[in-house]
């Protein structure tokens, strides 16, 4: 996982704090054409870890680039808080459907809810509210199985990480 550095951004006299929709509004404006936001964490009431993706790959110096520029759109001499963006991270669930695109033709782990694991590849996404084909493999002779899941039937989705 790529993690950004924690950025204070704020002074000793701060009296405002601010809140997940102040971050977000300005997330919205600085997130480049492929970039798209994943989850957003707050702890203390002014602490927030910021997610975000992109289909092309995020490196450092992006999530930087987006916390610095976040960071300059409040006044550090009203505003408290303390701010972190990094990548949600190849072992986490995913939270949005564009992680579902990103992934397409990746293996990826399925956990249903009715608690059957599939694992295979990520052969189609339908809607935010439709489905995901899977392609699993069995077998010496590699018998090719397809799993149509509906989204609401799955718990959880994860990338597998193959060396």
């Given at each position: 996982?790529?993690?950004?550095?924690?950025?204070?951004?704020?002074?000793?006299?701060?009296?405002?704090?601010?809140?997940?929709?102040?971050?977000?509004?300005?997330?919205?404006?600085?997130?480049?054409?492929?970039?798209?936001?994943?989850?957003?964490?707050?702890?203390?009431?002014?602490?927030?870890?910021?997610?975000?993706?992109?289909?092309?790959?995020?490196?450092?110096?992006?999530?930087?680039?987006?916390?610095?520029?976040?960071?300059?759109?409040?006044?550090?001499?009203?505003?408290?808080?303390?701010?972190?963006?990094?990548?949600?991270?190849?072992?986490?669930?995913?939270?949005?459907?564009?992680?579902?695109?990103?992934?397409?033709?990746?293996?990826?782990?399925?956990l249903c809810k009715d608690g059957e694991k599939i694992i295979?590849?990520?052969?189609?996404?339908?809607?935010?509210t439709e489905y995901i084909l899977i392609e699993k493999k069995?077998?010496?002779?590699?018998?090719?199985?397809?799993?149509?899941?509906?989204?609401?039937?799955?718990?959880?989705?994860?990338?597998?990480?193959?060396?």
């Open positions: 996982m790529l993690r950004g550095q924690i950025v204070p951004c704020f002074s000793k006299e701060s009296l405002l704090m601010i809140n997940k929709d102040d971050i977000l509004k300005q997330l919205k404006q600085v997130l480049k054409e492929g970039q798209f936001f994943v989850d957003i964490k707050e702890k203390n009431g002014n602490e927030f870890s910021v997610f975000v993706d992109d289909f092309a790959g995020l490196d450092i110096s992006e999530c930087r680039r987006i916390n610095k520029q976040i960071c300059s759109a409040f006044d550090r001499e009203t505003e408290d808080f303390a701010l972190e963006v990094s990548s949600p991270g190849l072992s986490k669930a995913f939270k949005v459907h564009e992680q579902y695109l990103k992934n397409l033709g990746k293996q990826v782990e399925v295979g590849e990520l052969k189609a996404v339908g809607d935010q069995e077998g010496k002779k590699k018998e090719t199985q397809e799993y149509k899941i509906l989204i609401q039937n799955i718990k959880s989705t994860k990338s597998v990480i193959i060396f």
